[in-house]
């Protein structure tokens, strides 16, 4: 009979059969699924019927000859796999409403994660022949409305299982095992255990925002207030329905907040304590053993929020920011690899996880990046001070000179000139680098502002402490240092900005003060080049800084000066020429005019000698006083032809006025005088005269001008 049966099996046979299959599943699942119905529909059940007619598939594979019939069993095959898989949607679905009933959370919550898994594989057949959208929407919409139903559930277990609170300055958790009642329901004749409640949650795909959640409050709670309070007493109790962790000041209502430096050993032992004391809580005691799923979702959620704070608030503040501080850090350090090992000891760490590791390996790099970090802030502090007071340099007060360095290269004494000390033609085999003459490189007497030489001073500090360090520690002190120079740069000319375009004081100090630091800049990679590691001493340079300094100074200083020359100019066409002298209104208006331009020029001078390197002040002078004789001369010649000799005789006392500007130009005699302010406005002992034509290329122009009116 069997041998009859199959024999007698067709092609149509099967195909009628899953036509029939399919209408009643599709017209089953639709009545059963319905958003909006009206009447309870019964059970619907097509496992049997969906494996009679695998069988007849099965049967249809046998008695056909091999090779034939391949593509329409494949289209059979198909259909099956899609009936199928809506029968198990719908029989997971129907497993959770039974579980629910009878309170199997656990049960409930793998049925939930298999539908889900189920209707994500249908969704890949949405481009099959006859795929069923309408059903599949329904299937996925019930399976959402019982996933928030159960999350709804977990909730409310979730918040009864932890309890969180903070008063009177003491952290509490209470942690119960034996859930019996929560808001809305009751389970005394079935109790929901913690670890089952925890299975249950990673089962349905939603442990991990409870476990995040629920690490942040702790690390909020506790770990945050061990650190900041380690003084503070750690108690941890457990009894059989229920464990509570407490934090805080025991003995009485007001906090002993300990404001010394915190223990390390202590604060590191309680993070111990009480995150394996939690681990142990939710998961049980065997956990320590093995990486199950749950010990490993636990470990992946509160290891980085720990490391995080542990970093922040810990870790990072620890770093000594002095060295002698840092003799005392390997101790702190050796904890820390301990604190490290007892957690991957006790799986409270991934084994591969090297963070701790990393941190305490770099702990000189860290130290020099935290020094670093402060030496910056302190450094803007110094650039943003309001400190007016100058200090004098020169040459003989400041290292790094080419004549200093060369000396000591050569072991020549300092008070002789390179030219002294070796003249004609040098030695091949006893070059160094600075066979040169230093005459456009040395330092001339001026005063710079007390903030760049405490700056440049910072530098060789830096410098100096980084020739005795290790290569990554002198790398970061080394871009320290650089980085000294480029706040500077960086920050005066936008700070100081109105002052630097209208102050002569302050645009004359800043040019000072680049020209000084570019003094340093040319030789302070030099001196260290030797000292410094390997690692950095062939690129230890300051001289890609040398251009911009001078640029910088030079822009503001030019710019000064042409507002200077502009306001000179000024004075003398506000006179509106040299013509009428004889009128009394139009002398005195003229008069005044050259008056206010040599006021001007007096206040430059006295402002600017003190100051300024004295040939660089003398330079200066000369062409504003240039162009005051220009103006001046302008205004004589266009007079010619028109002179009266009444005028004349008017027109010499103008010009009379003019030369007191030859008071301006002077300079201390050698050897005479000391250190200090020099020269504001004195005259006689240890001050000379020098020649003005020197400076002032229209003075010997100007004299004939005033000879010819004699004339």
Known sequence: MPSQKRASLSISDVHEAIGRLEASVVAGISGFYRQFAVMNVGAVDFQEDIL????????????????????????????????????????????????METKELSGAALAISDAKALIDELAELHSAQGFPLDIYV???RDMLAKKAHLKHIFDELYRTAFFYSCENDISELVITFRITVTASAKYHDSPVF???????????GLLTDYLTTFAESFIKNF?????????????????????????????????????????????????????????????????????????????????????????????????PDNRDAMNTYPDFLNELRRFDERLKADRLCFPENMELDIFAGNARLQCARKRRAFMMIGIREIIESEDQNTYEVEEATERGSIKSLYSAKMGVAGN??????????????????????????????????????????????????????????????????????????????????????NSPTRAVLFYNDTEYICHH???????????????????????????????????????????????????????????????????????????QALSHLNSLSRVWKPILAEEMYLTTMGLLVDTFLESVMTQVSALAGTLRVEEGHQLRYILGLVLKAEDMFEKRATGGGGSGMRGIGKKGAGWVKIPVRKYVNRWDAFLKVKEDLIL
């Open 416 to 501: 002789k000139t390179i030219s002294e000390s070796a003249p004609g033609k040098t030695d091949p085999s006893t070059k160094t680098g600075l066979e040169i003459n230093d005459i456009s490189f040395r330092l001339p007497k001026c005063h710079v502002s007390v903030q760049a030489q405490t700056l440049v001073e910072q530098a060789y500090q830096i410098l100096t402490e980084a020739s005795t360090m290790d290569p990554e520690t002198a790398t970061e002190l080394f871009y320290c240092a650089r980085d000294i120079f480029d706040m500077y740069r960086a920050v005066m000319p936008v700070l100081h900005e109105d002052e630097l375009l």
């Open 223 to 319: 770990i945050d207030r061990i650190i900041k309070n380690a003084a503070s007493e750690l108690s941890m109790s457990k009894t059989k329905l229920n464990a509570t962790i407490r934090f805080g000041n025991m003995k009485g209502m007001i906090s002993n907040v300990s404001h010394s430096k915190p223990d390390a050993t202590k604060i590191l032992d309680q993070i111990f304590k009480i995150t394996h004391y939690l681990r142990e809580c939710l998961l049980g005691a065997e956990e320590t053993t093995e990486w199950t799923p749950e010990n490993q979702l636990f470990v992946n959620i509160l290891f980085p929020l720990l490391m995080d704070t542990l970093r922040t608030n810990f870790l990072i503040p620890s770093i």
């Open 52 to 99: 009679t007619v695998l069988d007849m598939i099965h049967t249809l594979k046998k008695v056909s000859a091999k090779g034939q019939l391949t593509n329409e069993i494949a289209v059979f095959q198909s259909k099956m796999d899609l009936l199928t898989l809506l029968d198990k949607i719908h029989r997971e679905l129907s497993g959770f409403e039974m579980m």
């Open 521 to 595: 800049l040319l030789t302070m990679g030099y001196q260290f080049q030797d000292r410094l590691p390997p690692a950095i001493n062939q690129f230890a340079t300051f001289l890609d800084m040398v251009p911009f300094f001078r640029n910088l100074g030079e822009s503001y200083f030019r710019a000064q000066m042409r507002k200077q020359r502009d306001i000179v100019q000024m004075h003398v066409s506000n006179a509106q020429g040299f013509s009428n002298l004889t009128d009394d209104a139009r002398f005195e208006t003229v008069e005044r005019c050259i008056k």
């Open 194 to 204: 913690l670890i089952s409640l925890i299975q249950s949650m990673n089962s349905a």
């Open 138 to 140: 329904a299937l996925k």
